[in-house]
């Protein structure tokens, strides 16, 4: 598979914020705060909504299968305050990019995007305010 | 050649008007700045916001940039006019199980977890403000839409045939340089806070906001005999001048509820 998954220490999820702008469920009771999972593919989907955005990637998988893997993170009007718009992703929609995710507890390929490496080496990682 | 004839005579028409509608406008902003203090502007958020800064690299060019919470955790005991607050509500002690249950199980029960309207006072100060010489407008924005607020300050009384809703009728006035919003008239499913602050629809709301040097204060307290042993004054918030301009917010697409494996949550507004 293409993507791992690795054990961080608990004080790095700790701090880091995954709130909504305005409320939406812990974090803890969906994602794995002790894990993080690195993904690469290719950007395939953009959702630019409320209460969390969602980028969607197609990643390779086992036996040359295709996973669609999923990626919320934080609100659409959080993105807005540090100056990133939905077309700073869109650049690099069908493009290959790098995530790494808190993943979800249910083993789903589903995760909480706290970092993402864009086609041009851009890094963009959510961190302690 | 005809066109540019029509469209010279157009403008001969229309720019004397828009000048008009100008100055009119003018006028009735500076009519009410002269009376009370204009509270119309943009304001930051001040509300519980997604705690995280954003980490930027670019090309080795590292920069971070940090949300600013102060309007929502600042101390403004100390700002003068500000109330004596109390940082949770008062229940009658019959329902503070309820409440308790109702915490306890957030991340299931607080219908703004589920793209729900927070309602008043819950949505905080307004994010803008445009003051007129007979009604003053609230502007908000919020993950399940973007709610205004007519409130007339003219005198006239509450409708007496409004229909309930999330956001309340609201009246205004002056109390010296204090803007006092007067709402009621609520629908019952929405929280007025955090941690399961449930109320009837004999909920009422009366917001005060003043100018503290360019910011502005919000400070506002909920009645519910109902379900509260006394009125519940909230502490006071203290926004500032803003120039993000509002934005339509995004549709609201909860799909995270029925991924829940337990009953953490986090602190809300």
């Keep these: ?129 | 050649m005809t066109h540019g004839c029509l469209r010279l005579f157009a403008c001969a028409i229309l720019i004397p008007g828009v000048a008009l509608a100008q100055q009119a406008s003018g006028t009735t902003a500076r009519r009410a700045a002269a009376t009370h203090p204009d509270l119309s502007g943009v304001w930051t958020y001040a509300i519980d916001r997604a705690p995280s800064a954003l980490k930027k690299d670019v090309d080795g060019v590292v920069t971070i940039v940090k949300i600013d919470q102060s309007a929502r955790y600042a101390d403004t005991t100390s700002v003068p006019g500000v109330r004596p607050s109390t940082p949770k509500p008062s229940y009658k002690p019959e329902l503070r199980a309820k409440v308790q249950d109702l915490f306890d199980h957030q991340s299931k029960t607080d219908p703004v977890f589920y793209c729900g309207r927070p309602g008043v006072p819950r949505i905080g100060p307004p994010r803008k403000i445009v003051q007129l010489s007979k009604e003053t407008i609230f502007f908000y924005e919020d993950i399940s839409g973007d709610p205004y607020r007519i409130i007339p300050t003219d005198g006239r009384p509450h409708r007496d045939r409004a229909n309930p809703s999330h956001y309340g009728d609201s009246v205004g006035r002056w109390e010296g340089d204090v803007f006092v919003v007067d709402a009621r008239n609520f629908v019952e499913d929405t929280w007025f806070g955090e941690d399961g602050y449930f109320h009837t629809d004999a909920m009422r709301v009366v917001e005060r906001l003043w100018k503290v040097g360019d910011d502005l204060l919000w400070q506002a307290t909920v009645e519910d005999p109902a379900v509260l042993t006394e009125p519940w004054t909230m502490p006071a918030r203290l926004t500032k001048p803003s120039t993000d301009s509002l934005e339509e917010s995004p549709k609201c697409v909860e799909t995270d509820g029925g991924k829940l494996l337990n009953d953490d949550h986090h602190l809300q507004r």
Excluded: C
């Excluded at chain 1, 990637?57 to 993170?73: I, L, P, Q």
């Excluded at chain 1, 041009?120 to 302690?128: K, Y």
């Design chain 1, 1 to 129: 598979m293409r993507h791992t998954v690795f054990p961080v220490g608990s004080l790095v999820f700790t701090l880091l914020g995954v709130a909504s702008l305005h409320a939406n469920n812990s974090p803890s009771a969906i994602f794995d705060m002790q894990k993080r999972v690195a993904v690469t593919g290719t950007l395939s989907k953009i959702d630019w909504i409320n209460p969390h955005i969602v980028l969607t990637m197609d990643a390779k998988g086992e036996g040359g299968k295709v996973d669609h893997w999923t990626f919320e993170s934080n609100p659409p009007s959080w993105y807005r305050s540090v100056g990133l718009a939905r077309a700073d992703f869109a650049k690099a929609l069908g493009q290959t990019i790098s995530v790494e995710a808190l993943p979800a507890r249910d083993g789903s390929l589903f995760g909480y995007m706290r970092k993402i490496t864009l086609p041009d080496r851009t890094t963009l990682e959510l961190v302690t305010n």
